[in-house]
């Protein structure tokens, strides 16, 4: 109901000439997004996914959202917050866009993102050092390169145990993701053993939902490929 006031105040025209089953206005920024009606007088996009029945219904016809608006940006809001404060704009808005198609959807994100406390809270950096003048020593006439050379005939450095420390940084970056995860989910907290479990679990939901191709500005392309949906054949929802 909201939601549909706020679609005919924000798409003054483009509403009454829906309600009139009138052609859009020429120039209408919804245009792209063939937007229409549906029983309950709500705005939402009629994309070329019409036909994949296989997709829920929200998903097909995302409602239509308005840029800088109270309600959009609660919404926004909603589901940064379900996701932790620790999923990406991407994330975000992939997760947004199973239900809602908000009208320049990563620019009210990032926005969003730049307000949000518990974000700049996390975001912080600690106070950095002051640094003091660099000495004498190290300021004198700079040398071409190889002036002062040195060779190492005791070739390259092998750990016992075969493998160098970034052996993998995309899997490092994946545990990050679900450090940062778990931590956001707990803060300090004293759990018990199943509560770490679920913690881990909610970590697992969060990471495989994570978009692996990016969310298209597009609505006539197809959802955002996830981890779930090769795990389990579709996008995964929190919450
Ligand atoms: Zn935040």
Redesign the pocket.
Known sequence: MIIKTMQAESFPEEYSALVGKKELPKKSKLLGLRPRLDEDGLMRCDGRLRYADYLPYDVRYPVILPRRNWVTKLIVKHY??QRK?VAGTNHTLSALSTRFWVIAGQEEICQ??KE?????Q?KAKSASQVMAPLPNIRLKMPLRAFADVAVDYAGPFVPIQGRAAHFGGVHESMIKAAKRAIYAILKNADITDEELLTAVTGAEALINSRPITYQSANPDDVTPLTSNHFLHGQIGQIG
């Open positions: 940064h917050e404060y969003w993102e949000c406390a518990e974000c700049r996390q």
